[in-house]
Protein backbone atom coordinates (compact mmCIF):
# COMPACT_ATOMS: atom_id res chain seq x y z
CA UNK A 1 0.00 0.00 0.00
CA UNK A 2 1.25 3.41 -0.92
CA UNK A 3 1.62 5.68 2.14
CA UNK A 4 0.62 9.47 2.26
CA UNK A 5 2.98 11.40 0.28
CA UNK A 6 4.38 13.68 3.01
CA UNK A 7 3.28 16.93 3.94
CA UNK A 8 4.83 19.57 2.81
CA UNK A 9 5.39 23.15 3.99
CA UNK A 10 3.82 24.75 1.02
CA UNK A 11 0.13 22.39 2.05
CA UNK A 12 -0.04 26.35 3.93
CA UNK A 13 -1.23 28.48 1.43
CA UNK A 14 -1.53 31.61 4.39
CA UNK A 15 0.74 31.12 7.55
CA UNK A 16 0.44 33.62 10.16
CA UNK A 17 3.90 33.36 12.68
CA UNK A 18 3.45 35.21 16.10
CA UNK A 19 1.51 38.66 14.39
CA UNK A 20 0.96 41.54 16.61
CA UNK A 21 -0.93 44.71 15.52
CA UNK A 22 -2.16 47.62 17.52
CA UNK A 23 -3.63 50.76 16.18
CA UNK A 24 -4.08 53.69 18.92
CA UNK A 25 -4.82 51.28 21.93
CA UNK A 26 -4.47 47.84 23.02
CA UNK A 27 -3.51 45.21 21.02
CA UNK A 28 -5.95 43.93 18.38
CA UNK A 29 -3.42 40.87 17.58
CA UNK A 30 -1.19 39.60 20.51
CA UNK A 31 1.08 36.73 18.79
CA UNK A 32 -1.42 35.11 16.12
CA UNK A 33 -0.14 32.46 14.89
CA UNK A 34 -2.26 30.37 12.13
CA UNK A 35 -2.15 28.20 9.07
CA UNK A 36 -4.40 27.70 6.36
CA UNK A 37 -4.09 24.56 4.66
CA UNK A 38 -4.26 24.86 0.53
CA UNK A 39 -7.80 23.87 -0.70
CA UNK A 40 -9.63 24.13 2.50
CA UNK A 41 -12.28 26.80 3.52
CA UNK A 42 -11.79 27.95 6.99
CA UNK A 43 -14.11 29.93 8.42
CA UNK A 44 -13.21 32.22 11.52
CA UNK A 45 -15.23 33.53 14.28
CA UNK A 46 -15.30 35.99 16.92
CA UNK A 47 -16.39 38.59 19.03
CA UNK A 48 -16.59 42.15 17.38
CA UNK A 49 -13.73 43.74 17.36
CA UNK A 50 -11.37 40.94 17.64
CA UNK A 51 -9.79 41.66 14.97
CA UNK A 52 -10.84 39.53 11.82
CA UNK A 53 -10.95 42.14 9.41
CA UNK A 54 -7.43 43.21 10.37
CA UNK A 55 -6.28 39.41 9.70
CA UNK A 56 -8.14 39.10 6.74
CA UNK A 57 -6.34 43.49 5.25
CA UNK A 58 -2.96 42.13 6.67
CA UNK A 59 -3.61 38.71 4.19
CA UNK A 60 -3.35 40.89 1.06
CA UNK A 61 -1.22 43.71 2.78
CA UNK A 62 -3.57 46.38 2.78
CA UNK A 63 -1.94 46.10 6.35
CA UNK A 64 1.33 45.14 7.60
CA UNK A 65 1.96 43.90 10.93
CA UNK A 66 3.82 45.51 13.99
CA UNK A 67 5.99 42.03 14.36
CA UNK A 68 5.91 38.60 13.29
CA UNK A 69 5.73 36.74 9.65
CA UNK A 70 3.03 36.25 7.12
CA UNK A 71 3.39 33.74 4.31
CA UNK A 72 1.67 33.13 1.14
CA UNK A 73 2.79 30.03 -0.72
CA UNK A 74 5.43 29.67 1.46
CA UNK A 75 6.77 33.44 0.59
CA UNK A 76 7.15 35.73 3.02
CA UNK A 77 5.03 38.79 1.86
CA UNK A 78 4.76 41.04 5.09
CA UNK A 79 7.83 42.96 4.01
CA UNK A 80 6.80 42.91 0.43
CA UNK A 81 6.32 46.72 -1.20
CA UNK A 82 3.10 47.97 -2.35
CA UNK A 83 3.97 47.28 -5.99
CA UNK A 84 4.80 43.58 -5.93
CA UNK A 85 1.16 42.98 -4.68
CA UNK A 86 -0.26 43.15 -8.34
CA UNK A 87 -0.20 39.43 -9.43
CA UNK A 88 -1.06 37.97 -6.21
CA UNK A 89 -3.79 40.13 -5.33
CA UNK A 90 -5.16 39.40 -9.18
CA UNK A 91 -5.54 35.65 -7.94
CA UNK A 92 -7.20 36.41 -4.65
CA UNK A 93 -10.92 37.70 -4.77
CA UNK A 94 -11.66 39.84 -1.71
CA UNK A 95 -15.28 40.28 -0.23
CA UNK A 96 -14.60 43.14 2.15
CA UNK A 97 -17.08 43.91 5.08
CA UNK A 98 -18.43 47.13 3.60
CA UNK A 99 -19.30 46.77 0.00
CA UNK A 100 -16.31 49.39 -1.53
CA UNK A 101 -18.38 49.52 -4.93
CA UNK A 102 -17.74 51.71 -7.46
CA UNK A 103 -20.21 54.51 -7.03
CA UNK A 104 -19.76 56.48 -10.26
CA UNK A 105 -19.66 53.00 -12.28
CA UNK A 106 -22.86 50.36 -13.33
CA UNK A 107 -23.29 47.36 -11.46
CA UNK A 108 -22.10 46.23 -15.18
CA UNK A 109 -19.06 48.19 -14.63
CA UNK A 110 -18.10 47.16 -11.13
CA UNK A 111 -18.21 43.41 -11.86
CA UNK A 112 -16.56 43.89 -15.05
CA UNK A 113 -14.04 46.03 -13.61
CA UNK A 114 -11.69 42.91 -12.83
CA UNK A 115 -12.23 41.44 -15.83
CA UNK A 116 -11.12 44.38 -18.08
CA UNK A 117 -8.27 44.43 -16.17
CA UNK A 118 -7.21 40.96 -16.07
CA UNK A 119 -7.99 39.12 -18.85
CA UNK A 120 -8.79 39.29 -23.15
CA UNK A 121 -12.17 39.60 -22.77
CA UNK A 122 -13.75 41.01 -25.20
CA UNK A 123 -17.09 43.44 -23.99
CA UNK A 124 -20.03 40.89 -25.15
CA UNK A 125 -18.23 38.71 -22.97
CA UNK A 126 -17.41 40.25 -20.14
CA UNK A 127 -21.31 41.10 -20.28
CA UNK A 128 -22.16 37.56 -20.64
CA UNK A 129 -19.53 36.52 -18.03
CA UNK A 130 -21.30 39.48 -15.70
CA UNK A 131 -24.79 38.62 -16.28
CA UNK A 132 -24.01 34.81 -16.16
CA UNK A 133 -22.25 35.73 -12.03
CA UNK A 134 -25.16 38.53 -11.10
CA UNK A 135 -28.12 35.92 -12.24
CA UNK A 136 -26.52 33.26 -9.81
CA UNK A 137 -26.89 35.74 -7.01
CA UNK A 138 -30.02 36.69 -8.27
CA UNK A 139 -29.71 40.36 -8.71
CA UNK A 140 -29.06 40.08 -12.99
CA UNK A 141 -31.84 42.51 -13.36
CA UNK A 142 -29.75 45.20 -11.81
CA UNK A 143 -26.94 45.35 -14.09
CA UNK A 144 -27.56 49.12 -15.01
CA UNK A 145 -28.34 50.55 -11.85
CA UNK A 146 -25.93 52.42 -9.78
CA UNK A 147 -25.01 51.10 -6.25
CA UNK A 148 -26.70 54.39 -4.77
CA UNK A 149 -29.93 52.52 -6.02
CA UNK A 150 -29.36 49.45 -4.28
CA UNK A 151 -30.26 48.47 -0.98
CA UNK A 152 -27.78 47.06 1.27
CA UNK A 153 -28.07 43.56 0.54
CA UNK A 154 -27.98 43.86 -3.35
CA UNK A 155 -24.50 45.54 -2.98
CA UNK A 156 -23.27 42.73 -0.80
CA UNK A 157 -24.61 40.26 -3.81
CA UNK A 158 -23.18 42.62 -6.10
CA UNK A 159 -19.79 42.53 -4.60
CA UNK A 160 -19.86 39.39 -4.15
CA UNK A 161 -20.05 38.36 -8.12
CA UNK A 162 -17.12 41.34 -8.56
CA UNK A 163 -14.77 39.26 -6.11
CA UNK A 164 -15.83 35.79 -7.71
CA UNK A 165 -16.09 36.81 -11.43
CA UNK A 166 -12.20 36.12 -12.18
CA UNK A 167 -12.25 32.40 -10.29
CA UNK A 168 -9.93 33.45 -7.88
CA UNK A 169 -7.44 30.64 -6.38
CA UNK A 170 -7.87 32.03 -2.86
CA UNK A 171 -11.24 33.50 -1.79
CA UNK A 172 -11.57 36.07 1.60
CA UNK A 173 -15.08 36.79 2.72
CA UNK A 174 -15.36 38.97 5.38
CA UNK A 175 -19.18 38.77 6.58
CA UNK A 176 -20.91 37.73 3.23
CA UNK A 177 -24.27 37.08 4.79
CA UNK A 178 -24.46 40.25 6.81
CA UNK A 179 -27.46 42.02 5.55
CA UNK A 180 -29.11 39.05 3.31
CA UNK A 181 -32.19 37.46 3.97
CA UNK A 182 -32.08 33.75 5.17
CA UNK A 183 -33.05 32.67 1.60
CA UNK A 184 -29.98 34.86 0.12
CA UNK A 185 -27.47 33.60 3.01
CA UNK A 186 -28.33 30.21 1.60
CA UNK A 187 -27.82 31.13 -1.74
CA UNK A 188 -24.32 32.34 -0.73
CA UNK A 189 -23.64 29.22 1.07
CA UNK A 190 -24.34 27.16 -1.73
CA UNK A 191 -22.24 29.99 -4.14
CA UNK A 192 -19.20 28.98 -1.54
CA UNK A 193 -20.14 25.58 -2.32
CA UNK A 194 -19.96 25.54 -6.14
CA UNK A 195 -16.69 27.57 -6.14
CA UNK A 196 -15.19 25.00 -3.88
CA UNK A 197 -16.95 21.93 -6.37
CA UNK A 198 -15.45 23.85 -9.53
CA UNK A 199 -12.23 25.52 -8.70
CA UNK A 200 -10.95 24.31 -4.89
CA UNK A 201 -10.22 27.86 -3.90
CA UNK A 202 -8.37 28.25 -0.60
CA UNK A 203 -11.36 30.12 0.95
CA UNK A 204 -11.41 31.88 4.46
CA UNK A 205 -14.80 32.95 5.46
CA UNK A 206 -15.41 35.33 8.66
CA UNK A 207 -18.78 35.47 9.84
CA UNK A 208 -21.13 35.73 12.96
CA UNK A 209 -23.18 33.33 10.44
CA UNK A 210 -23.12 29.95 12.81
CA UNK A 211 -25.53 27.93 10.50
CA UNK A 212 -23.07 29.30 7.61
CA UNK A 213 -20.33 28.25 9.04
CA UNK A 214 -21.36 24.82 9.69
CA UNK A 215 -22.64 24.71 6.13
CA UNK A 216 -19.32 25.48 4.77
CA UNK A 217 -16.25 25.01 7.01
CA UNK A 218 -13.81 22.60 6.65
CA UNK A 219 -11.89 23.97 9.84
CA UNK A 220 -13.22 26.73 12.25
CA UNK A 221 -11.07 28.51 13.94
CA UNK A 222 -12.30 31.26 17.30
CA UNK A 223 -10.46 34.32 17.09
CA UNK A 224 -10.19 35.83 20.74
CA UNK A 225 -8.03 37.86 22.43
CA UNK A 226 -5.76 38.59 19.26
CA UNK A 227 -5.22 35.33 19.20
CA UNK A 228 -6.49 31.97 17.97
CA UNK A 229 -8.70 30.25 20.87
CA UNK A 230 -9.87 26.99 19.47
CA UNK A 231 -8.92 25.27 15.87
CA UNK A 232 -10.50 22.39 14.40
CA UNK A 233 -13.14 20.04 12.57
CA UNK A 234 -16.37 21.55 12.55
CA UNK A 235 -16.99 18.54 15.05
CA UNK A 236 -14.55 19.66 17.29
CA UNK A 237 -16.57 22.86 18.10
CA UNK A 238 -20.10 20.98 18.09
CA UNK A 239 -18.73 18.84 20.93
CA UNK A 240 -16.28 21.51 22.43
CA UNK A 241 -17.08 21.75 26.25
CA UNK A 242 -15.54 24.79 26.66
CA UNK A 243 -17.34 28.13 27.96
CA UNK A 244 -16.27 30.52 25.51
CA UNK A 245 -17.14 28.19 22.59
CA UNK A 246 -20.53 26.92 24.03
CA UNK A 247 -21.14 30.65 24.40
CA UNK A 248 -20.21 31.76 20.88
CA UNK A 249 -22.05 28.82 19.45
CA UNK A 250 -25.56 29.03 21.53
CA UNK A 251 -25.69 33.00 21.86
CA UNK A 252 -25.24 32.22 25.07
CA UNK A 253 -23.46 35.40 26.81
CA UNK A 254 -21.06 34.57 29.59
CA UNK A 255 -20.69 36.85 32.98
CA UNK A 256 -17.88 39.15 31.03
CA UNK A 257 -20.05 39.81 28.37
CA UNK A 258 -23.08 41.09 30.48
CA UNK A 259 -20.80 43.61 31.79
CA UNK A 260 -21.58 46.91 30.39
CA UNK A 261 -19.85 48.77 27.61
CA UNK A 262 -17.41 51.15 29.20
CA UNK A 263 -19.13 54.43 29.68
CA UNK A 264 -22.45 52.93 29.70
CA UNK A 265 -24.90 54.90 31.99
CA UNK A 266 -25.97 51.87 34.32
N1 LIG B 1 -7.42 51.23 10.23
C1 LIG B 1 -7.65 51.20 11.54
N2 LIG B 1 -7.27 52.19 12.36
C2 LIG B 1 -7.47 52.15 13.69
N3 LIG B 1 -8.08 51.12 14.32
C3 LIG B 1 -8.49 50.10 13.56
C4 LIG B 1 -8.31 50.07 12.15
N4 LIG B 1 -8.82 48.90 11.66
C5 LIG B 1 -9.30 48.25 12.74
N5 LIG B 1 -9.10 48.95 13.87
C6 LIG B 1 -9.47 48.52 15.23
O1 LIG B 1 -9.02 47.18 15.39
C7 LIG B 1 -9.97 46.42 16.14
C8 LIG B 1 -10.36 45.19 15.35
O2 LIG B 1 -11.10 45.59 14.21
P1 LIG B 1 -11.69 44.57 13.17
O3 LIG B 1 -12.37 45.40 12.13
O4 LIG B 1 -10.65 43.64 12.70
O5 LIG B 1 -12.76 43.77 14.04
P2 LIG B 1 -13.66 42.53 13.61
O6 LIG B 1 -13.23 41.34 14.38
O7 LIG B 1 -13.66 42.43 12.13
O8 LIG B 1 -15.11 43.01 14.15
P3 LIG B 1 -16.58 42.86 13.47
O9 LIG B 1 -17.04 41.49 13.78
O10 LIG B 1 -17.37 43.91 14.20
O11 LIG B 1 -16.44 43.16 12.02
C9 LIG B 1 -11.12 47.37 16.46
O12 LIG B 1 -10.95 47.85 17.77
C10 LIG B 1 -10.96 48.47 15.44
O13 LIG B 1 -11.44 49.69 15.94
MG1 LIG C 1 -14.99 42.84 10.67
Not at 8 to 31: E, Y
Request: charged share 25%.
Amino acid sequence: MLSPAPQSKTDAFIAFKDVHKAFDGPPVLDGLSLEIKRGDTTVILGPSGAGKSVMLKLMIGLLQPDRGEIHLEGNRVDEWPEQDWGTLRSRIGFLFQHGALFDSMSVLENVAFPLREHTELDATERRNRVHEMLALLGVDELIDRLPAELSGGQQKRVALARAVVLRPECMLYDEPTTGLDPIRSDVVAKLIHMLRRELQPTSVVVTHDIPLAFKVADRIMLLRDGRVHLAGAPNVFKESDDPIVRSFLDGNATADDLQPMPGAAS
